[in-house]
């Protein structure tokens, strides 16, 4: 039960506390508590009517999926043998939240949180033209390699996804928000096969004739996200005349846009595309369609709250999906929330308190959250006072509380959360309903008993108008929520069009909130022109990670490809190993990771060259040539080749000493060739 204190709330509304378990997920409390109020969740697309999409954490994966209240979804096990629990994921009625959380072998149940969207130059300056790649390069643009994109908006019929015969470059499209078929991956959207694609392309009405569309451009909003990504990582340039990084390669597209998402007026901007549990299910979707082929994954969406330190159960899934098997990667957008104001830290020392002052927009009409994490031993109670300077209340550490708006619907909620299940430490979150009195909530922390006393507060993401933390700012560790896994690969931007490259001023700064060295590596993400949807041949320019994480994939994939010619694999941990030790230091960033640039710019013609050290003498194949426009770039690629080998020499345990000297020779004469 919430406490209050009344000296303070004399006359005010206060929170009144619930008999909600509060060792649950906050965001599920607040589903519950708003439900007793009769508000019910709305259906998504892959969701019903008051059901709830989750993750969970659990020892018996049969008797999760036994559970009748239970739709089933994703699940992925541990690489690592002696952890036996099992990461799923599925939909179950927000009625039956509490009586699922309550199984002896749930250890872990999260509401999915909503995630929102986060060339030439860039190509150029990265050296991944096929000119600067090492002229014993096998990696023939990333064929062979899959190159998955979870966004919204694929343009299927935009003619740098096509091949020169007019076919489609598209393994399949899975739309989540699609009607539902007998078909669907994990019970929900509709699934489109390259044949079907085909099919529409050789139509008057190609967008009719599937069934399926990239929304029009409504201003501001110019091409979609999706499309404009999947272009920079692998686009052919055959409509634009400006390839991406692996021009090659395959696509699967999964669009977890929602059917029932506004694409036009003033809603569209702060649309979510879909959720972290939908993450997860196209993550292993693609893996599977992929199969044996090497394969990576962009993932150029987030969120600002959760614990930032690789724990959640979204990145854990990742990262054991990228654990299972080699010859899988994932990267990730870093974020662009450097400059909003969403993070703040300090210290609450014992009998003291900190006041974070919040400041709501008076235009804001969405939801709010705020979210506090704090090291499991200590015990901090929250305080909250409204705009009028009013306290709404206290809630002390294992405790929830509501307060109720005109029509008895919950306006605010408060949870002070002990021991997540997840990393052991606390968490206090805060939901204003758009409600809730816009101007400057005081959060205050008041520290009841304290062995450590650090905390860290995100706000978060709100892509119509953004709440934020007063001034002054603390911009470190801004880093994306979904962006802090253990293996995916969290990616940075910087302006490639400018001589001295500098960092984008919204690309986010880590480090994790335990202290690890995200995000990893940078790549152009400033301006970047790429394919514009429903134009067919047209480009658009778009600024963010966004854009600087599907050039870093479509590296991967040159990589990927690289080593499957040279009948080699490559580990996500390997392939993090090449693309950090072969970055390029920015001078300004000094020496070392930089919270920011991360350990540097990625160099495709350096990691590439990497690869081929570890597997130098693979027989070329029949078709390789080298073009002079290659051998005049020899003399620029030197030095990235020389880094890399001085890099990997003894990578692997010593997989270039074992190697005998003599094919070494013939491999080198084939080069100068």
């Known amino acids: 039960m919430a406490s209050t204190d009344s000296a303070a709330t004399d006359g005010a509304r206060v929170f009144v506390g619930t008999e909600i378990d509060v060792q649950m997920d906050p965001r599920l409390q607040h589903v519950i508590a ?45 690489a690592d043998t002696t952890d036996k629990t099992v990461i799923v994921t599925g939909r179950i009625p927000v009625a039956r939240i509490e009586a699922v959380r309550a199984k002896p072998f749930v250890k872990s149940l999260k509401a999915a949180q909503q995630l929102r969207p986060a060339l030439a130059a860039g190509v150029e300056e990265t050296n991944a033209r096929p000119d600067k790649l090492p002229a ?66 050789t139509q008057p009405e190609p967008y009719s004739a599937l069934g399926y569309a990239p929304p029009r ?53 702060g649309s979510s595309f879909g959720d972290s549990t939908q993450l997860l299910e196209a993550v292993q979707y693609i893996f599977e369609k992929a199969g044996d082929r090497p394969c990576v994954i962009n993932i150029s969406l987030g969120t600002n709250g959760g614990p930032h330190d690789g724990t959640t159960l979204v990145e854990e899934g990742m990262d054991r999906f990228l ?116 101007g400057t909530w005081i ?23 953004q709440s934020s933390f007063a001034p002054p700012h603390d911009n470190r560790r801004t880093i994306g929520s979904i962006s802090c896994g253990k293996l995916a690969l969290a990616v940075s931007s910087y302006d490639a069009h400018k001589p001295d490259q500098p960092i984008s001023w919204f690309s986010s700064a880590g480090p994790t909130r335990d202290g ?61 190993d090449i693309l950090i030790k072969t970055a390029r230091q920015h001078s300004s960033a000094g020496t070392g990771w930089h919270d920011r640039y991360g350990h540097g710019r990625v160099d495709a013609s350096a990691a590439v060259a990497a690869v081929i050290q570890l597997a130098p003498n693979a027989p070329a194949p029949a078709s390789l040539t080298v073009s002079a426009a290659a051998l005049a770039g020899a003399a620029t690629r030197t030095t990235a080749e020389g880094r890399a080998k001085r890099v990997y020499k003894a990578a692997r345990g010593g997989y270039q000493a074992k190697k005998k000297a003599k094919p070494a020779k013939r491999a080198s004469k084939r080069k100068r060739r």
């Not at 969701?47 to 036994?66: F, K, L, N, Y």
């Not at 096509?162 to 489609?168: D, E, M, N």
């Not at 205050?444 to 108008?465: P, S, Y």
């Not at 778009?542 to 009948?567: C, D, F, N, W, Y």
């Open 443 to 465: 959060v205050r922390l008041r520290g009841d008993t304290i062995t450590n006393g650090a905390f860290h507060a995100w706000i978060e993401r709100d892509n119509v108008v």
């Open 136 to 201: 014993a390069t096998f990696s023939d643009g990333g064929r062979g390699a899959v190159v998955g994109v979870i966004d919204y908006g694929c343009d299927f019929a935009h003619r740098n996804f096509l091949t020169s015969t007019g076919r489609t470059r598209l393994l399949s499209i899975w739309h989540q928000g699609g009607n539902n078929t007998a078909s669907s991956p994990f019970g929900y959207g509709r699934e489109y096969t390259a044949d079907e694609i085909n099919a529409a392309l």
């Open 323 to 438: 654990a299972a098997k080699p010859n899988r990667a994932i990267t990730i957008a870093a974020s662009n929330s450097f400059d909003d104001g969403i993070h703040a830290q300090g210290t609450v020392l014992q009998g003291g308190q900190v006041d974070l002052a919040w400041r709501i927009p008076i235009n804001d009409q969405s939801s709010n959250e705020f979210e506090c994490w704090y090291a499991g031993a200590d015990r901090i109670t929250l305080e909250l006072i409204d705009p009028s300077g009013q306290s709404a209340g206290s809630v002390r550490p294992g405790e929830n509380g509501s307060t109720t708006g005109s029509g008895g619907a919950v306006q605010v909620f408060a949870a002070n959360r002990l021991n997540d299940p997840n990393n052991g430490d606390n968490m206090i979150g805060v939901f204003l309903a758009p409600s809730a009195r816009a």
């Open 217 to 269: 451009d409504v201003p501001p909003q110019r091409g979609t996200h999706g499309t404009h990504v999947m272009d920079i990582a692998a686009g052919n340039g055959g409509g634009s005349n400006s390839p991406g990084f692996a021009p090659q390669a395959d696509y699967i597209f999964v669009d977890v846009s929602h059917s029932d998402i506004p694409f036009t007026g003033p809603g569209v901007v």
């Open 34 to 78: 708003k439900r007793s109020r009769g508000e019910l969740a709305a259906a998504t697309a892959s969701t019903e009517v008051d059901e709830i999409a989750v993750i969970a954490r659990v020892t018996d994966a049969a008797a999760w999926e036994q559970l009748s209240e239970v739709r089933i979804g994703a699940k992925v096990g541990s």
């Open 516 to 576: 690890r060295e995200k995000p990893e590596v940078s790549g152009p993400g400033h301006a970047v022109l790429a394919a514009h949807s429903r134009t067919l041949t047209g480009v658009v320019s778009k600024s963010g990670t966004s854009m600087a994480a599907p050039g870093v994939a479509g590296i991967i994939a040159l990589m990927l490809a690289e080593a499957q010619a040279r009948g080699t694999k490559l580990s996500m941990q390997e392939i993090r």
